[in-house]
């Protein structure tokens, strides 16, 4: 299948193309990347057409040998990978033509364009591969992807303290992925193929640390805080880490890996969803900066796609929170940018200067509120349908889960806690009179089609209409004949109640509309005094130790080795080499003499043996 090389490689020529063409050829590398994104788009839809109504394909290749032992590795095509490739390459075109306009007065968009790009090649890598260890290479590069775009401002040291942020965080979470890596190998006869270890069951702690993957890339508690720091970076980026790349990469992880979890792990994992999605809601309320609160509402919904528990209503989810999450960012680019351009000398994003937009900019206004609107849950809309299928899955009474009711209770909280704080924001930026006296709202203004065009799409993929004809039911939808699934019974208990909680944020919402709540602590005052504080005070400690005590002994041990060299060196040449030496001189000495005694005269010779003979009588007679 040549194809499947042209989907996966594409980006990666998007990548290196503006690389090459550099500084010089900025705008040019903005529409390469566009035309190729637009042109792996079309390869992913006709190669889903291609598979449509073929259950599962699987791609094999030999790799490389060791004593005799084959590795292999290869591509995955069931209904998850078709719609993965046509969403991230969907989302990625949108997001790109929008960055057109907003990153055009931007020097280095050659950097950002390839950055994009290679984010891309990274997160189709993730969901092409067969292999958990080649995933895991993949993964890796979907973290320098991350890194590189959330610090593009290399310059402002909030985005490159984020992105070293994000990057470290990340790198926790990995570490137990990789060991879990490492455990699932040896556990399962040396194999690492997904099709496999579907069919098998992991002990409890296995499980965990492969889901340690899923809580560090979608910011899962206690990982979470790298998420909304992450904001430091251009706004379409967020648009693209928090809708199809980055942080869906843990989730479609946890969705792969999930028949091989026992019922043990899931309600640990339910647990972790369920505290992440209520402290995500509950800290988008106290946040005045507009990304912040989207970014809050990411880590919300990744806790509900959690407490989906892997099954087709993660998927479900993940698909339209793609949408409706990725409209709601490029949205507020299109605010940030209008106002940008309306003034320069205050914050774009605090939406305590905004109020009355909706009266400037009434596309951007509508797309918002539709896009809110699926966020909340309310119905008509996609959010409504995904969530029902996640809550109809707690209302079931045949959830093996314990606790159940506890989990149950969490999502409806957290349907309120969500239409309550998106109420405030859309009343905070939409309503009331504009609150900035330093600009004139005359001057702000709708962008251009590359603005409009991405956020209207978006906005019509967020209602429930596209997902199912009646869109107040998903099952008679396509998702569900789609991805395969058993059909679900229709539960209007469930539509109902999840009506009323969302109802019943709105209302809250709106009363304390013009309530200002201040600001709430949040968990990384928490690592800094139970982490980062002990640790840089037991680094202290050990550099003392270090100097003090470990350099002393070194410096010690190095100076006595000194002056014992220098001894062993003067009885090296004293005595070792004296003794020879001064032999050597001795038989010089002696030389010299007896050869003098050698003269050639006869005299000399009678008188040395005359004294001889003195000699030798005194000694005998004496």
């Known amino acids: 299948m040549p194809i499947i090389w042209f989907i996966l490689f594409t980006p990666l020529l998007g990548f290196i193309l503006p690389m090459i063409l550099g500084k010089k050829n900025n705008t040019l590398a903005g529409w390469i990347t566009v035309g190729l994104t637009g042109l792996n788009l079309a390869f992913s839809a006709y190669f889903l057409l291609q598979n449509l109504h073929n259950p599962q394909n699987h791609l094999v290749f030999d790799w490389f040998s060791i004593n005799d032992k084959a590795y292999k590795f290869g591509f995955l095509f069931d209904s998850l990978t078709l719609m993965m490739l046509v969403l991230v390459n969907f989302i990625a075109l949108l997001v790109e033509i929008f960055s057109l306009e907003y990153m055009h007065d931007e020097p280095d968009q050659y950097r950002y364009f390839g950055f994009l790009s290679l984010f891309v090649f990274s997160m189709l890598g993730i969901v092409l591969t067969d292999n958990l260890f080649v995933m895991y290479a993949f993964w890796e590069l979907v973290g320098l992807s991350s890194y590189l775009l959330i610090g593009f401002w290399y310059k402002k040291p909030e985005a490159v303290q984020a992105s070293k942020k994000a990057f470290l965080m990340n790198r926790i979470g990995d570490a137990g992925f990789l060991i879990g890596i490492f455990a699932v190998y040896f556990y399962n006869n040396q194999s690492l193929d997904l099709t496999t270890l579907s069919q098998s069951q992991l002990p409890t702690i296995y499980c965990i640390l492969l889901f340690c993957g899923c809580i560090g890339k979608s910011a899962q508690f206690p990982l979470h805080t790298w998420l909304p720091d992450a904001m430091e970076g251009p706004t379409p980026v967020s648009a693209l880490i928090h809708a199809a790349t980055m942080v869906v990469a843990g989730i479609y992880l946890f969705i792969r890996v999930q028949p091989m979890f026992s019922v043990d792990a899931l309600t640990i994992i339910a647990g972790i969803g369920a505290i992440t999605m209520l402290l995500g809601s509950v800290y988008a309320i106290f946040q005045t900066d507009i990304k912040k609160t989207l970014a809050y509402s990411t880590v919300s919904q990744l806790g509900l796609m959690v407490l989906g528990l892997g099954t087709d209503f993660s998927t479900f989810h993940l698909l339209t929170h793609a949408f409706f999450k990725a409209g709601l960012f490029l949205s507020a680019g299109a605010i940030i940018h209008a106002l940008h351009h309306a003034g320069h000398d205050f914050d774009a994003q605090d939406m305590r200067l905004m109020g009355g937009l909706r009266k400037r900019i009434p596309f951007t206004f509508i797309c918002y509120l539709v896009c809110s609107m699926a966020l909340m849950g309310l119905p008509l809309f996609s959010g409504f349908l995904s969530k029902d299928g996640i809550l109809s899955l707690w209302f079931d009474e045949h959830n093996p889960i314990i606790f159940r ?37 005359d001057n702000i203004h709708e962008g251009s089609w590359k603005i409009k065009m991405p956020i209207g799409i978006l906005t019509i993929f967020s209602t429930g209409f596209v997902f199912s004809l009646n869109p107040l039911s998903a099952e008679h939808g396509w998702f569900i004949s789609f991805m395969n699934s058993d059909k679900i019974e229709e539960n209007h208990l469930v539509a109902i109640v999840s009506t009323i909680f969302a109802l019943i944020g709105v209302t809250t919402g709106y009363l304390t509309r013009n309530k200002t709540f201040s600001g709430l602590p949040t968990f990384d005052a928490f690592y800094q005094k139970l982490f980062v504080n002990p640790t840089v005070k037991l680094s202290s400690y050990l550099q003392i130790f270090d100097q003090q005590f470990v350099d002393a002994i070194v410096n010690f041990l190095a100076n006595l080795q000194v002056h014992i060299a220098k001894l062993i060196g003067w009885f090296d040449a004293k005595i070792i080499d004296g003794v020879p030496n001064g032999l050597a001189y001795s038989s010089g000495i002696v030389g010299r003499i007896t050869r003098s005694a050698q003269g050639g005269k006869v005299q000399l010779y009678i008188g040395i043996a005359f004294l001889g003979l003195i000699g030798l009588v005194l000694f005998i007679v004496l």
């Open 405 to 441: 009711q506890l989990f149950l209770g969490a999502i409806l909280l957290g349907i309120i806690l969500t239409a309550f704080y998106m109420t405030r924001q859309v009343w905070m930026v939409f309503f009331g009179e504009f609150r900035n006296e330093n600009v004139n709202p």
